[in-house]
C-alpha cells in the first residue's frame, strides 16, 4: 500500500490534466499537484479532477499551485511543459523555445524537489530528457523520457488490428527515437507468449511498424489536436512502477553511459523501472538492419542537441 506519496505535473493542458485524472482514479499516489503558467487552467482542472475522486478507490487529494516554490517534497514530477510548432517556426525555434520552458522547470525541480524522480513527457521529448539531465545534474537513474511506453502501446493497437484476438496479451517493444526515427522491434514483441512472427507475416508486420509511426499523425488529423488519453495512460503506468516498486520492464528515454555504443545521448531502450527510477538498463543485441535504425536515431537527436550547443544554451 502506498503511503503519502507526491506527484507534481507541470504543464496543466490536455496530457497533464488527463494523467492526474488517471492517477486520481488509479489510487496509485496519496496526492496530485498540478501546476500551470495559466494558473486559472491548473485550478479550474484540479477542482474538477478533485470532485470525481469521491468515486475512486482511494482519497487522492489533488490541488493546483500557483507558484513554483509550492511544489515541494514530491517524489515523481511529471513534466509535460512547452509549446507546439508554430507555422512560422524552424526546428531549431521549437527546440531553443522549449528547451528554456523545461530549463526553468528543471531548476524549480532542482530548488524545491531535490529527491524527486523525473518524467520527462515535454517534446522533443529525447532533446528535453538531455536537458532535464544536464541541468539538474542528477543520476540518470532519476530522469526518465516517457517514450516507449506510448509508442509500445499504438504498436500493440497495431497489432490487435491486425490479429484479432489477445489484446491483453500482446507486449510490443519499441525503442529508439520518439518520434520519426522510432523503432517498432517486433523481434522483441509477442502475444501471449508467441513471438510476433510466429503469428503474422512479414507484409503485415511491415505495415503494423508503418503504422506504429505514423500512430501521432494519425490522431491529429482526425483531432487536430494531438493525443492524450494514451500518453497520460502511459505515464500513469510510469508512476504507478515507480511508487509500487513492480520492476517493471517499459522503454524509456535514458541517458546513455556506453551502452549499445554511445554516451551523452538520451533515447528510448529496455529499462526496468521501480523505487528510485531507473533500476537496469537493458542491453539487448542488435541485428545489423536494427543497428543501422538505431544509430540513425542517435545521429537525429544529437542533431537536435547541437542545436541547443549552438546557441550556447547550456552554458547561460
Known amino acids: 500500500m502506498i503511503i503519502e506519496k507526491r506527484v507534481a505535473i507541470v504543464g496543466a493542458g490536455a496530457v497533464g490534466a488527463t494523467t492526474a485524472y488517471a492517477l486520481a482514479l488509479s489510487g496509485a499516489c496519496s496526492e496530485i499537484i498540478l501546476y500551470d503558467i495559466v494558473s486559472d487552467i491548473a485550478i479550474g482542472k484540479a477542482i474538477d479532477i478533485a470532485q470525481s ?49 523545461v530549463k526553468e522547470v528543471s531548476l524549480n525541480i532542482k530548488k524545491y524537489s531535490p529527491n524527486a524522480i523525473i518524467i520527462c513527457v515535454s517534446n522533443p521529448l529525447d532533446v528535453m530528457n538531455f536537458v532535464i539531465q544536464k541541468i539538474t545534474g542528477w543520476d540518470r537513474s532519476r530522469i526518465i523520457g516517457m517514450s516507449g511506453a506510448l509508442d509500445g502501446s499504438r504498436m500493440a493497437y497495431q497489432i490487435y488490428n491486425k490479429l484479432g484476438f489477445g489484446a491483453s496479451q500482446i507486449k510490443a517493444m519499441v525503442i529508439g527515437e520518439h518520434g520519426a526515427n522510432m523503432i517498432p522491434y517486433p523481434e522483441l514483441s509477442e502475444v501471449g507468449g508467441v513471438p510476433l512472427k510466429k503469428l503474422l507475416s512479414k507484409d503485415d508486420i511491415d505495415d503494423i511498424i508503418q503504422k506504429t509511426k505514423n500512430g501521432g499523425a494519425e490522431i491529429v488529423k482526425y483531432l487536430k489536436t494531438s493525443a492524450f488519453y494514451a500518453p497520460a495512460r502511459a505515464i500513469s503506468i510510469m508512476v504507478e512502477a515507480i511508487l509500487n516498486v513492480e520492476d517493471k520492464i517499459i522503454s524509456s528515454s535514458i541517458l546513455l553511459n556506453g551502452e549499445y555504443g554511445y554516451r551523452d545521448v538520451s533515447i528510448a531502450v529496455p529499462i526496468v523501472l521501480s523505487r528510485g527510477g531507473v533500476k537496469k538498463i537493458i542491453e539487448v543485441e542488435l541485428d545489423d538492419i536494427t543497428r543501422e535504425k538505431f544509430d540513425l536515431a542517435v545521429k537525429s537527436i544529437k542533431n537536435g542537441i547541437s542545436i541547443l550547443e549552438d546557441s550556447n544554451f547550456f552554458n547561460k
Open 53 to 101: 475522486t469521491n468515486y475512486s478507490r482511494r482519497g487522492t487529494v489533488v490541488r493546483a499551485i500557483v507558484k513554483p516554490e509550492e511544489m515541494v517534497d514530491c517524489d515523481i514530477v511529471v513534466v509535460t511543459a512547452g509549446v507546439p510548432r508554430k507555422k512560422d517556426m524552424s526546428r531549431a525555434d521549437l527546440l531553443n523555445v522549449n528547451a528554456n520552458i
